[in-house]
């Protein structure tokens, strides 16, 4: 690639907004240059109007003039306002792949989610400059995105001047060339040919990261943008520099105040780059664009090669949507919004795939710099680049698309759609000066050869396209990075985009997976840090088909830990994930397989990922300092909510005590500050930055303030809130809702004091999401009985916590019990042996194993199993919901009702060779009277 003209080629990011508004303000479009706004539909008719109705709210049909825009059968393909003004300089910006853009400063990194229940990749945090947040305010001013969709950053404008591809450009004016970067917490470090070197932010005026495949940069978009690969994409360019893509299915359309005034109507959009959703006020909104998923239009930053032979007419490189003077795109009396501006002799070569099949352009030359432009363009295809410019018909070349003696008039030559040969790999768009054969009247040179290739298109093949992007989505989905999926179960996959509201004022764009397959299964490697022993698995019932259950096994190291339904989220509480104990016999690199099964093929779930903790999701256990200052410091800020998501709390459980006729205080730290601490002036200044700017730090209220964020027991003057006058000796439990108590807020220290000289003290202090999660753990650290030789014991474990032997059961996960699964030492001659028991009558224990059989393998399930003496219970075997096996165990009663006895038993599975298969062994119920399983063991045996 000549990466120095493809370097000139580029254009700022605000450079479409100027042209846009340059076009619509200086030259107009044709039709009406007196109208506000101009839409251009599929099949080229161009309306214009004053009146842009019904874009305020979801569901609506917008109208222009009274003309339907988002008809099913006739779309409009972009809309431009043609009366906004737009921004002069960009000082500061961020643009992704795919030609998006977001001005604003990177100010800051992150590798973590800010939330245990998102799993997302590493981020760079965005200052925009543009009013992008949530239009109450709440929210605050800053923006999340992945830093993998980065294509280039600007700290400190150089004006005009672009960056190639690979190149770093200090502030101190130095250019250096690197291979690959890797972002860090306000540095930057960079792979150069002679080693690595990091770099401060604050040293850096602009970076380009190296150049991706166009072709797959834009399947690997599309599988996050479009999934479904099914209606229309919407990208917003505003006035202020922006500019946003998602898909029309997850447009959304908002009004804040008066839905007749364009100023309070907003627009959101949530572009895959960005963790957060955006919004764009409707009357900064410059162009609306609306293009189909199958339709790629070629940019100059996916050309692999540029190559120029200038005359006289050096100094012009070519650029994208403007002419090569950096004006609108106007052939005669035709204003066109996108296409590449030329000059002279010049080629622009595209690699092109396997599955583009056909392309369409224009081609014309404008007047700018007056007539006697003269000169010939073509469009040829390869299979390999060609040495010399202007040579048609050489190398293996085939010619698409010709127009010779082209003069600068008032029309421009638009082609048809052609196709494009099998075979070829390139095709290239070729302008030539006319020299010999020119009129009379022509200028001899090229200073007025001023082409302009007209929205130049290519159509790929839809069924292929989606085929690469199903491919693609394992790697393309953050969800799914890093898990590994079987190609057969990833074809039958699905995807569908939403706009998840289960919070009215947190909206955002969230992709379901489904399968239409018995089961799918997904597999990742996790690396466990030292104490970690909960995992959970963050997945969710919700949209259309919340109603559809699904259920998941859970196994780790082939350990199976847990079968249960995912839950159903309703409403804006969060539901709690899916959670096991892991074993700490499993070591520190723990595989996890996670097969989610669904009832129907409509069912579907939102996955978030899978997280590892130290406590139970859900618990935060805080030990508290002891002596000193009091004062604990937490690693991390913690975030106080009314509806708590994973990873954030609303409850306080602590246990204190202290001496007679003292007092004991505890406070919490808000955003690295006690209010106790702070003089008056410097509260009441605090309180007004907080109520003042709401959008720093969420929806402040006085509740924090005006009770310090401190409980207080005993007789002391104090704004606290106090739990008591008289302070006792006995240690007591204290449980608040700090939500209510002091409003939202992030806990980043707590400190503890006492009136006496050491005598009061506070022994724990704990923080949960819902209050259930005390009484789960006040269970827990009860006395537990120990198990006896000789007979079985319930467990108090509402959670499977491990406390069996896997290769009993092995890989079989067992549903959750109010006994739990437990291990007995002996059991009629078996030395170890497990136990289940069901939870109510008509709620058996299931034991589940999705496995794909296989062929020509016969495959026969053996289950070897007891009971308690004098008791029975049902036995039920089903795979794919066929019922194979129901007998009562044991099928004939021992001679001795004092003895038990081990039955085997076999099912042959043979006839599902091949085939994904859910098998599901129950222990029932019948006259709920101790249906308690024994199992010696429930394995798959394969042979001839």
């Not at 961020?94 to 998102?118: H, M, N, R, T, W």
């Not at 089961?519 to 466990?528: D, E, G, P």
Request: net charge negative; aromatic share 8%; glycine share 8%.
């Amino acid at each position: 690639m000549n990466r120095s003209l493809m370097a000139l080629s580029k254009v700022q990011p605000v450079g479409l907004a100027l042209m846009l508004v340059a076009a619509c303000g200086i030259a107009g479009l044709s039709a009406a240059r007196a109208d506000q706004f101009v839409a251009e539909f599929s099949d080229g008719e161009r309306i214009s109007g004053t009146e842009l109705r019904n874009w305020h709210d979801v569901g609506s049909q917008p109208t222009l003039n009274g003309r339907g825009l988002l008809q099913a059968d006739r779309h409009v393909e972009w809309v431009v306002n043609t009366t906004v003004k737009p921004v002069s300089n960009l000082p500061a910006l961020v643009e992704f792949a795919g030609d998006d853009c977001l001005p604003g400063e990177v100010i800051g990194y992150s590798a973590e989610a800010d939330q245990a229940s998102e799993a997302t990749a590493p981020c760079l945090i965005i200052s925009p400059a543009v009013n992008c947040v949530h239009p109450d305010g709440r929210f605050p001013n800053s923006v999340r995105v992945f830093a993998d969709d980065v294509r280039r950053v600007v700290w400190d404008s150089r004006g005009d001047r672009a960056t190639p591809p690979g190149t770093a450009v200090l502030r101190t004016g130095a250019i250096i060339s690197f291979r690959a970067a890797r972002w860090g917490d306000g540095t930057l470090t960079l792979l150069q040919t002679g080693g690595v070197k990091e770099f401060p932010w604050t040293e850096i005026a602009e970076i380009s990261f190296p150049e991706k495949d166009p072709w797959e940069g834009y399947v690997q978009r599309l599988a996050r943008l479009a999934p479904s690969h099914t209606g229309r994409l919407v990208r917003l360019t505003s006035s202020k520099g922006a500019r946003f893509t998602s898909t029309a299915d997850t447009f959304v359309a908002r009004h804040f105040g008066d839905a007749n005034k364009l100023e309070e109507c907003w627009h959101w959009l949530h572009p895959i780059w960005s963790v957060d959703p955006l919004f764009t006020r409707v009357s900064e909104i410059l162009c609306w664009e609306f293009p189909k998923p199958d339709v790629m239009r070629l940019n100059l930053s996916d050309a692999s090669r540029v190559e120029s032979r200038p005359v006289l007419a050096a100094g012009w490189p070519p650029r994208s949507n403007q002419s090569v003077e950096g004006l609108p795109i106007e052939v005669g009396d035709k204003l066109y919004l996108f296409g590449i501006g030329v000059m002279g002799t010049t080629e622009i070569t595209f690699a092109i795939p396997a599955w583009a099949e056909r392309m369409r352009t224009g081609v014309g030359l404008v007047t700018n710099h007056g007539p006697g432009g003269f000169g010939h363009a073509r469009v040829v295809a390869s299979q390999s680049s060609k040495e010399t410019l202007g040579e048609v018909g050489s190398g293996g070349e085939t010619e698409l698309f010709q127009v010779n003696g082209l003069c600068a008039s008032k029309t421009s030559t638009q082609s048809s759609w052609f196709d494009l040969p099998e075979g070829q790999s390139q095709i290239s768009l070729q302008t030539e000066m006319g020299h010999a054969d020119r009129p009379v009247d022509a200028d001899p040179y090229d200073i007025r050869d001023t082409f302009c290739w007209l929205a130049p298109e290519v159509q790929l093949s839809a069924e292929k396209l989606h085929a690469k992007a199903n491919g693609a989505l394992t790697t393309a989905l953050p969800q799914l990075q890093g898990w590994k999926i079987a190609p057969s179960d990833a074809a039958k996959m699905t995807t569908q985009a939403i706009v998840d509201r289960t919070r009215w004022n947190d909206e955002r764009r969230r992709v379901l997976l489904g399968t239409t397959d018995r089961f799918l299964t997904m597999t990742r490697t996790i690396r466990r840090a030292p104490g970690e022993k909960w995992i959970s698995v963050n997945a969710f019932r919700c949209g259309p088909d919340l109603k559809e259950p699904m259920h998941a096994c859970v196994t780790v190291n082939r350990w199976p830990l847990l079968y249960a339904e995912v839950s159903m989220r309703e409403g804006s509480y969060y539901p709690d994930p899916l959670m096991a104990f892991i074993p700490e016999e499993l070591g520190e690199n723990l595989t996890v397989e996670l097969s989610f099964i669904p009832t129907k093929e409509t069912a579907s779930l939102d996955f978030r990922g899978v997280t590892l903790s130290v406590d139970r999701p859900g618990l935060l256990v805080i030990p508290l300092e002891e002596g000193g200052d009091g004062i604990t410091k937490l690693p991390r800020q913690v975030a106080i909510r009314q509806e708590p998501m994973l990873g954030q709390y609303a409850y306080v459980d602590y246990e204190w005590q202290g001496e007679a006729g003292s007092w004991m205080k505890l406070e919490f730290a808000d955003h690295g500050q006690f209010v106790a601490d702070l003089t008056k002036d410097s509260q009441a200044m605090t309180k007004r930055y907080r109520q003042g700017n709401r959008n720093q730090a969420g929806p402040r209220e006085e509740r924090g303030w005006r009770n310090s964020y401190s409980y207080i027991e005993g007789r002391h003057t104090s704004s606290s809130i106090v739990l008591g006058q008289n302070i006792g000796t006995d240690k007591h439990r204290v449980e608040r809702n700090l939500f209510d108590d002091f409003g939202p807020f992030e806990i980043s220290a707590i400190r503890f004091s006492a009136g006496d000289e050491g005598g009061s003290k506070i022994s724990r202090l704990i923080l949960a999401r819902h209050p259930q999660m005390f009484h789960w753990l006040r269970e827990q650290q009860k006395p537990r009985e120990p198990l006896e030789a000789g007979r079985l014991v319930h467990e108090r474990e509402y959670s499977l916590a491990g406390q069996y032997s896997a290769p009993i059961i092995e890989p079989f996960a067992p549903s959750a019990t109010w006994f739990g699964v437990v291990v007995g030492k002996e059991h009629f001659g078996e030395e170890r042996v497990l136990q289940t028991n069901p939870n109510e009558q008509n709620q058996p224990v299931r034991l589940v194993h999705c496995v794909k059989l296989q062929v020509g393998q016969r495959t026969e399930l053996e289950i070897v199993c007891s009971h308690l003496p004098g008791h029975n219970w049902p036995l039920k075997v089903l795979a794919n919901g066929e019922s194979f096996l129901e007998v009562l165990i044991p099928t004939q009663a021992p001679a001795d009702p004092q003895t038990a006895v081990w039955e085997t038993h076999r099912v042959d599975l043979s006839r599902f060779a091949g085939q994904n298969v859910v098998l599901v062994v129950e222990n029932g119920s019948n006259d709920w009277n101790y249906e308690v399983a024994v199992w010696k063991s429930l394995r798959l045996r394969a042979g001839n």
